[in-house]
């Protein structure tokens, strides 16, 4: 009996020091998040009280006394009491280097009347230095009473000698001045491009207004950006994305100097967003022929993914669709310049797929999103099935009978929720009651089994996350008129919200392994908000602050 007592004891003893023993050598973690609402985006566990953090990467997720066992001497621990965590937020569409740019030069989105357009071009053009030109923008004559075009005319007064070149918000459409139009030596004479628009009055002669590839025959004759200028302006989008809570973004038609600006700031630990870039599609044999392949580089900065256009944009009656407009019945939109021929865009596509690099094509009008999807399905042909990740951006108006080619080719819906309730005021009197019904149709891409990835295309759009979630669930226009939504059955909940800005954007490049949720082993990319978005009311998601963004386990953002 004392035998097998003493026997007992010894063995109670070897396993009580190798309890020990592995207590002592779990790591401890970095950092842990206690006393908090964690929406995790992580169907295993949806929900959790805490975060454990190891260098840059999660370790721990549970309730607190689970995640505690994470905990050392040397560990910061941050009592959240209370506050809603979520992933870190990816924009799956945007201009980052374009955005931070406009940070500095003129806004005229907000502006009322069309005085108020003139008067802060005026107070621009005052400050440019002899020679330099007046940029930025982001115009919306939507605003304006009546809702007319703006013309060289208005504001040549107060720029005769200073080139200005302003941008319509969406990108699609910009207005030169008359100092603009002789640098470019545009005249009545000079013939629309291919893809583009010169707007002319009824004597034919330009007004200012050019829309899509008619831009580039001011744009080409504008110095270009220094290198000290575009480190600047992505110094002053990294510090904006990281107070929105913006910890993963997706730069369009990226042009390389801001991609070896962005791998500069990688080297020195200042890229604060992770940058997955997409330049021009017709750049693909640049990165075929180092043998770049989709989502190659690093968690900080990647390429491999190329961006095309089909057509231009509803605002600028330059998306292209099966039925004429109905606000301007002489025009069904444009095919965008890089579509024509429709051989040689198709040719690029299945070259650039077969090297391994993936598409990401701009289409807004129901025939624009239409021609994508045939294409997609040549290119498939050619190549045969894989996981190819397929993208069509903004995807805003589709046909009906397209929605099951988006499920069937795996097309991934690339959207920015908050252009439908910018569009939302005035879309109907574009295209009518009928096919605004399938526009911006979150709810039925997701029904259908369509992948959502949602983003901004700031600077078209603000920035800030919680603009979009309040767009997606509530789709209450800017204007007032629509409380209940803007064609409110394509709503969609908060948590659908949340997964396509956060996972669902991590699926188009390739990373849901990655990011995209709270999970262990995926990179500590957290944001801390101010109020709980799955708990108040959704119209008040839209004031909701962001209080702490983490990358990596690193704080580079606290509110004070």
């Known amino acids: 009996m004392q035998t097998n007592l003493r026997v007992f004891l010894e063995v109670l003893l070897v396993v009580s020091v ?16 206690t006393n ?42 941050l009592d959240l009491r209370g506050r809603r965590v979520v992933p870190g937020f990816n924009d799956s569409h945007l201009h980052f280097q374009g955005g931070g740019r406009l940070l500095d030069q003129v806004n005229l989105k907000d502006a009322p009347t069309t005085e108020e357009f003139v008067r802060r071009i005026a107070g621009a053009v005052a400050k440019a230095r002899p020679g330099e030109w007046v940029l930025g923008g982001n115009w919306d004559h939507e605003n304006w009473t009546p809702a007319e075009l703006p013309t060289r005319d208005m504001i040549d007064a107060v720029s005769p000698t200073t080139p200005v070149f302003v941008d319509r918000y969406d990108g699609h459409m910009a207005l030169a001045n008359s100092a603009a139009l002789r640098l470019a030596k545009i005249t009545a004479q000079t013939p629309d491009p291919p893809g583009g628009t010169i707007v002319r009055d009824a004597q034919g002669r330009p007004t200012g207004a050019l829309k899509d590839a008619a831009m580039e025959l001011v744009g080409r004759v504008i110095p270009p950006l220094s290198h000290e200028l575009r480190l600047q302006a992505i110094r002053r989008a990294l510090e904006h994305a990281a107070s929105l809570g913006v910890t993963s973004a997706q730069e369009m038609s990226a042009e390389y100097e801001s991609v070896a600006v962005y791998a500069e700031l990688a080297e020195t630990g200042e890229l604060t967003t992770r940058m997955y870039a997409a330049p021009p599609l017709e750049t693909w044999e640049r990165l075929e022929k180092v043998g770049l392949r989709r989502a190659f580089g690093s968690s900080y900065l990647r390429v491999g993914a190329l961006k095309e256009y089909a057509d231009g944009s509803l605002g600028s009656t330059t998306a292209y669709f099966f039925e004429p407009y109905d606000d301007a019945p002489n025009t069904r939109g444009l095919i965008a310049a890089g579509m024509r021929p429709i051989t040689r865009v198709r040719g690029r596509m299945i070259q650039a797929d077969a090297a391994g690099l993936q598409l990401c094509t701009h289409a807004i009008g129901d025939h624009g999103i239409s021609m994508v999807l045939d294409l997609y399905t040549d290119l498939e042909k050619a190549n045969g099935a894989r996981d190819r990740r397929l993208r069509i951006e903004h995807a805003q108006h589709v046909a009906p009978k397209d929605f099951v080619r988006f499920r069937g080719l795996h097309v991934i819906a690339s959207m920015q929720p908050y252009h439908a309730i910018d569009d ?57 008129k629509n409380p209940q939504g803007w064609v409110p059955e394509q709503k969609i909940t908060v948590a659908e919200a ?9 699926y188009a490049e390739f990373q849901d392994k990655e990011k995209g949720s709270i999970t262990p082993g995926k990179l500590a990319d957290l944001v801390v908000l101010s109020d709980d978005i799955f708990s108040i009311a959704p119209e008040k998601i839209k004031d909701v602050k962001v209080e702490t963004t983490m990358v990596g386990g690193r704080i580079v953002y606290e509110r004070h």
Do not use: C, H, N
């Open 424 to 480: 939302g005021r005035w879309a109907e009197k574009r295209i009518g009651p009928e096919r605004i019904k399938t526009t911006y149709a979150f709810r039925t891409f997701l029904d259908d089994g369509v992948r959502l990835a949602f983003g901004t295309d700031w600077p078209v759009a603000p920035l800030d996350p919680m603009q979009g979630l309040y767009a997606a669930v509530t789709r209450a226009t800017l204007d007032g």
């Open 18 to 33: 190798s309890l020990v023993s592995a207590a002592a050598q779990q790591p401890q973690a970095d950092l842990i998040l």
């Open 36 to 77: 908090a609402k964690v929406w995790t985006v992580d169907a295993s566990r949806p929900e959790a009280e805490a975060v454990a953090v190891l260098g840059e990467r999660i370790v721990g997720v549970g309730s607190r006394a689970e995640v505690e066992a994470w905990r050392g001497p040397k560990t910061r621990v």
């Open 498 to 506: 949340v997964e396509a800005y956060t996972m669902g954007s991590a």
